[in-house]
């Protein structure tokens, strides 16, 4: 690591934002120093209460991460915002109002802003936003809100990453739950049915409840919190579950069971990331290994049978494997 790279970390952990942007950079350019930024503030995470808004586009998303954050500034919490949605208002894709709204959290020291980009049509959280939520706990974000458009696989993502996952829907969403049930009730923790303002909003919320009456009992029951963001109506009561959702998780030891699969999952994919990347060097480096790929595009050879053989090649392959 450069001697710049490690007193920009030492400003970004003192919780200045000028620096952790900067770090924040290093990692979505995939710097070669993101390992080593990532072992220094490894022994500083695990403070921040992580909580992933997810839900389909227009249903209130950025509306309500806005009025959440308000509440919290009054609680003197330090807010940290991830925006992955491409049409939220913290990337500009809104009315002048939303614009203007945020404008007010720009210029708070005590909220740090970020949005980045989707990965792929689907939604879900791009590759480095796992590193990035974690660069926002160590630089002292009491709260940590990930704004993420869930349209359906991407969604599982949502739930490896945060503490507390919300479900947005709007009346409108009807058919979305038709198509999404199964998906929705494995990662959501609360449902928030917004826009409660336009109709249909009261049956809408007995469709969800009479779903959520075919669960298993569990250690939480999901609750569904009827808000209307835009006129500030039901975002004490989102907190108060939210609250009470990070309570269970402490009580339970879910919280603690959760980090642990984190972590797991985080080294499993670091390994295979590792090992991947040797693997395909040492095919393209090595004479013998590449052999095998020539003689799979001639078709001499099926591609299952290849890399059989390249694997059994022993002590070649752990030679490169060290390297
Ligand atoms: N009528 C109504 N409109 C809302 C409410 N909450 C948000 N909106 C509006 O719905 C639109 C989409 O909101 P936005 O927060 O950008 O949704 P997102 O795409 O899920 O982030 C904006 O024009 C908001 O002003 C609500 O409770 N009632
Ligand atoms: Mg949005």
């Known amino acids: 690591m450069t001697p710049e790279t490690t007193r920009l970390l030492e400003r970004m952990l003192e919780g200045e934002s000028l620096s952790l942007s900067r770090v924040i950079s290093l990692v979505e350019n995939e710097s070669s120093q993101v390992p080593e930024i990532m072992k220094r503030i490894a022994p500083r995470l695990g403070k921040a209460h992580c909580i992933g808004v997810t839900g389909p586009s227009g249903a209130g998303k950025s509306t309500l991460v806005d009025r959440l954050t308000i509440l919290m500034r009054r609680q ?6 991830i ?4 049409t939220s208002p913290f990337t500009g894709g809104a009315v002048l109002g939303d614009r203007i709204r945020m404008q007010q959290h720009y210029l708070d020291s005590g909220v740090f802003i970020r949005s980045m980009a989707t990965r792929g049509s689907m939604g879900g959280l791009p590759q480095t936003a796992g590193a990035v939520i974690k660069l926002l706990d160590a630089a002292g974000n009491d709260v940590i809100l990930v704004e993420t458009v869930g349209v359906g696989q991407g969604e599982v993502d949502i739930m490896e990453k945060t503490d507390t996952v919300l479900v947005t829907l709007c009346p409108e969403s009807g058919d979305a ?6 998906g929705l009730l494995e990662i959501a923790d609360i449902f928030v049915v917004n826009k409660a303002d336009h109709p249909g909003a009261d049956s809408f919320v007995r469709d969800i409840q009479a779903m959520l009456h075919l669960r298993e009992p569990s250690w939480w029951d999901i609750p569904v919190v009827v808000t209307e963001a835009i006129n500030d109506v039901g975002i ?17 030891h879910q919280l603690s069971q959760r980090r642990q699969l984190q972590r797991k999952s985080d080294f499993m994919k670091t390994i295979e990331q590792k090992l991947t990347h040797r693997l395909i060097k040492a095919i393209e480096q090595d004479g013998h290994l590449s052999s095998y790929v020539e003689r799979v595009e001639k078709g001499e050879l099926d591609p299952y049978s290849a890399a059989d053989e390249i694997l059994r090649s022993g002590k070649l392959l752990a030679d490169w494997l060290r390297r």
């Open 76 to 81: 003197r919490l330090k807010v940290g915002i």
């Open 236 to 252: 004490e009561e989102l907190h108060e579950q939210i609250q009470l959702h990070r309570q269970a998780l402490c009580e339970t």
């Open 177 to 182: 739950i038709q198509t999404m049930k199964a």
């Open 83 to 86: 925006a992955v949605d491409p």
